[in-house]
T-cell receptor, first 112, second 113 residues
Framework: GNSVTQMEGPVTLSEEAFLTINCTYTATGYPSLFWYVQYPGEGLQLLLK?????DKGSNKGFEATYRKETTSFHLEKGSVQVSDSAVYFC???????????FGSGTQLTVLP | DTGVSQDPRHKITKRGQNVTFRCDPISEHNRLYWYRQTLGQGPEFLTYFQNEAQLEKSRLLSDRFSAERPKGSFSTLEIQRTEQGDSAMYLC???????????FGSGTRLTVV
């Protein structure tokens, strides 16, 4: 089945620092790829997505590019804010159900 | 669009009791999913409905678990003879077209004591 390897956390950055959270996956075929975010005490929210190779998903200053050759979907943001503190999950979706396979999550803490 | 609603938010039960959770998806969404999330881990897929038909079930869904979506709208997840290992956050999600991502509810946190 599918699997996801995410950069281990926790990650602690100062405000305005550059963020990269690595994500690689194994899957048959070409899944759609997603990043979800979970803010403290809240449910999972879709952050961004890419549905085919070389697509770039972007939202709220975050970006990730679907790299088929390296089976990766790394999350980046040029300048993080305290409000970005959350747990970030990478997840490919595949199969007839388009079920998501989540990584273990990366805890991000941004300090003022 | 009122989002995906889950009820209850929290449930504490004694080992061996049965529990039932409810999920109300976004009204026009025909796909409904149940996931389970334990502390410090990502959610794991449990089962999937398209309209009222349950089309996929994970191996994680033991015989003690059953899910229904009787009229293709709300769904219930029942756990019989709960065990301490069932303690987790149970998440419901819905979508119209899955390739565009799901909308998750806030979850039901189950604690088995």
């Amino acid at each position: 089945g599918n699997s996801v390897t995410q950069m281990e956390g926790p990650v602690t950055l100062s405000e305005e620092a550059f963020l990269t959270i690595n994500c690689t996956y194994t899957a048959t075929g070409y899944p759609s790829l997603f990043w979800y975010v979970q803010y403290p005490g809240e449910g999972l929210q879709l952050l961004l997505k890419a549905t085919k190779a070389d697509d770039k998903g972007s939202n709220k200053g975050f970006e990730a590019t679907y790299r088929k050759e390296t089976t990766s979907f790394h999350l980046e943001k040029g300048s993080v804010q305290v409000s970005d503190s959350a747990v970030y999950f990478c997840a490919p979706a595949q199969g007839s159900a388009r079920q998501l396979t989540f990584g273990s999550g990366t805890q991000l803490t941004v300090l003022p | 669009d009122t989002g995906v609603s889950q009820d209850p938010r929290h449930k504490i039960t004694k080992r061996g009791q049965n529990v039932t959770f409810r999920c109300d998806p976004i009204s026009e969404h025909n796909r409904l999913y149940w996931y389970r999330q334990t502390l410090g881990q990502g959610p794991e897929f449990l089962t999937y409905f398209q309209n009222e038909a349950q089309l996929e079930k994970s191996r994680l869904l033991s015989d003690r678990f059953s899910a229904e979506r009787p009229k293709g709208s709300f769904s219930t997840l029942e756990i019989q003879r709960t065990e301490q290992g069932d303690s987790a956050m149970y998440l419901c999600a819905s979508s119209l077209e899955a390739q565009y991502g799901y909308t998750f509810g806030s979850g039901t946190r189950l604690t088995v004591v």
